[in-house]
C-alpha cells in the first residue's frame, strides 16, 4: 500500500465549489481503483466516488450530480470536483485506492491505501 496525501479542501459557502486533490506519491504502484470517502463526527464513513483504472466511475446518491472523479494519470492525481456545496457536505475527506477492483466500490475497508484526509466546512 501507500499513503496518499489529499489537498483542497478549506471553507467555502453555500452554493460554492471545492476541488480536491490525492496524489499518489508511487508511480511505481499501479492500482485498479480509487475513490472518495467522507465522515462526519458521530456518523457512519460514506462513500462518495470511485474510479476504475479504465475510467468507469461510481457515484454514491449525495454526490450524483454535484461532485465529479476524475484522474490525471500523468500526474497520479486524483480529482474530487465539488459543485453546489451544501452545508450537509461539511466533512474530512479522505482519498483511497486498491492494487485490485473493490466490490462494492463503498466498501472502505476494501481499500488497501489512504489518506489522512483533508476537511472541507461548508457555512
Known amino acids: 500500500h501507500v499513503q496518499l496525501v489529499e489537498s483542497g479542501g478549506g471553507s467555502v459557502q453555500a452554493g460554492g465549489s471545492l476541488t480536491l486533490a490525492c496524489l499518489n506519491p508511487?508511480?511505481?504502484?499501479?492500482?485498479?481503483?480509487m475513490g472518495w470517502f467522507r465522515q462526519t463526527p458521530g456518523k457512519e464513513r460514506e462513500g462518495l466516488a470511485a474510479?476504475?483504472?479504465?475510467?468507469?466511475?461510481d457515484y454514491a446518491a449525495p454526490a450524483k450530480g454535484r461532485f465529479t472523479i476524475s484522474e490525471d494519470n500523468a500526474q497520479n492525481i486524483l480529482y474530487l470536483q465539488m459543485n453546489d456545496l451544501k452545508p450537509e457536505d461539511t466533512a474530512k475527506y479522505y482519498c483511497?485506492?486498491?492494487?485490485?477492483?473493490?466490490?462494492?466500490?463503498?466498501?472502505?475497508?476494501?481499500?488497501?491505501?489512504r489518506g489522512q484526509g483533508t476537511q472541507v466546512t461548508v457555512s
Open positions: 483511497v485506492a486498491d492494487a485490485k477492483a473493490v466490490v462494492p466500490w463503498d466498501w472502505f475497508g476494501g481499500y488497501s491505501s
Open positions: 474510479i476504475s483504472s479504465n475510467g468507469v466511475t
Open positions: 508511487d508511480y511505481s504502484w499501479a492500482r485498479a481503483c
